[in-house]
């Protein structure tokens, strides 16, 4: 069964910074691309981040881009998502997700980020 | 960027009855591979979201159904034929064609 649970979710001031981690299980981690992607209270869902396998190749929504970094721990099966420089509109409940078969097949329950002072 | 409009912003379905929610891109999504990257994902209340449709029209594993994708180049559908109680949340449109992926805002289903 796949899983996949995030945590690192906290209340940071703005110009703080984060890592988010999710750790999988119940899939050959390292063969697959990987997703962030965000909710703001009451909003709807924005993508964030997507690394490849092997970590070849990796997006970032321009939103984020230069303050936010993805990565992954292949021997550890972890996804990772460092933020850097948060802002006020970074707040959100963060969701990992995969690309098994299909984009966005499975998702964490996600973790939630607040900053605020 | 891709802009992705659904409609309705909400829809009040009588139990029993056919839903329908469109979504249409601002672009094409035929990708260069030929594969047209548009999936349909349902959240509801209170949970993560999960996909229901990839590639206009395949239903992901343990999709009942009643929900069924259609669609070509910039233009694609949502239908469930009988809506069910546990179908309330809100659907969402996204495309996984060209970088940046986008989501449509969401439609709400809801019971009458």
């Known amino acids: 069964e796949v899983q996949l649970l995030e945590s690192g979710g906290a209340l940071v001031q703005p110009g703080g910074s984060l890592r988010l981690s999710c750790s999988v299980s119940g899939f050959t981690f390292s063969s697959y691309t990987m997703n962030w992607v965000r909710q703001a209270s009451g909003k709807g869902l924005e993508w964030v981040s997507t690394?490849?396998?092997?970590?070849?190749?990796?997006h970032y929504a321009d939103s984020v881009k230069g303050r936010f970094t993805i990565s992954r721990d292949d021997s550890e099966n972890i996804l990772y998502l460092h933020m850097n420089s948060l802002r006020v509109e970074d707040a959100a409940i963060y969701y990992c997700?995969?690309?098994?078969?299909?984009?966005?097949?499975?998702w964490g329950q996600g973790t939630l980020v607040t900053v605020s002072s | 960027d891709i802009v992705m409009t659904q409609t309705p912003p909400s829809s009040p379905v009588t139990l029993g009855q056919p839903a329908s929610i469109s979504c249409r891109s601002s672009q094409s999504l035929v990708h260069s591979d030929g594969t047209t990257y548009l999936s349909w994902l349902q959240q509801r209340p209170g949970q993560p979201p999960r996909l229901l449709i990839s590639e206009i029209s395949k239903r992901f594993s343990g999709v009942p159904d009643r929900f069924s994708g259609s669609g070509a180049g910039t233009d694609f559908t949502l239908k469930i034929s009988r809506v069910e109680a546990e179908d309330v949340g809100v659907y969402y449109c996204m495309q996984a064609t060209d970088f940046p992926w986008t989501f449509g805002q969401g439609t709400r289903v809801e019971i009458k």
């Open positions: 997700s995969t690309r098994i078969r299909d984009h966005f097949d499975y």
């Open positions: 690394i490849s396998d092997r970590s070849t190749n990796t």
